[in-house]
Nanobody
């Protein structure tokens, strides 16, 4: 029961960078980024716990960085070296758990999504 608003999506060429932001209406213990491409299942991209421990899906390790600004209740996803396969709708999500997984099950609050398109 937290409002989440994503921003920062857009269209870039392969190798480019984008930074996504997610503004939350209140503090939450677990937050993450998920993405869904047409015809594919939604997958967890990155999550961050209240102690700043992070987890990433293998396909983005070394390229994406999740971070947060607790004072502003804002979540970020810095995306570098973007590839065409990163093209998807990206969603911010929040869960009331201490141990934050990549799976969607405990996430009960979701943003509207922001589109990321990477061209070759």
């Amino acid at each position: 029961q937290v409002q989440l608003v994503e921003s920062g999506g857009g269209s870039v060429q392969a190798g480019g960078s984008l930074r996504l932001s997610c503004a939350a209406s209140r503090k939450v213990y677990c937050m993450g980024w998920f993405r869904q491409a047409p015809g594919k299942e939604r997958e967890g991209v990155a999550t961050i716990e209240s102690d700043a421990y992070t987890k990433y899906v293998d396909s983005v390790k070394g390229r994406f960085t999740i971070s947060k600004d607790n004072a502003k209740n804002t979540l970020y996803l810095q995306m570098n070296s973007l590839k065409p396969e990163d093209t998807a709708m990206y969603y911010c999500a929040a869960a009331a758990v201490i141990w934050c997984p990549l799976g969607p099950a405990p996430f009960s609050s979701w943003g509207q999504g922001t589109q990321v398109t990477v061209s070759s």
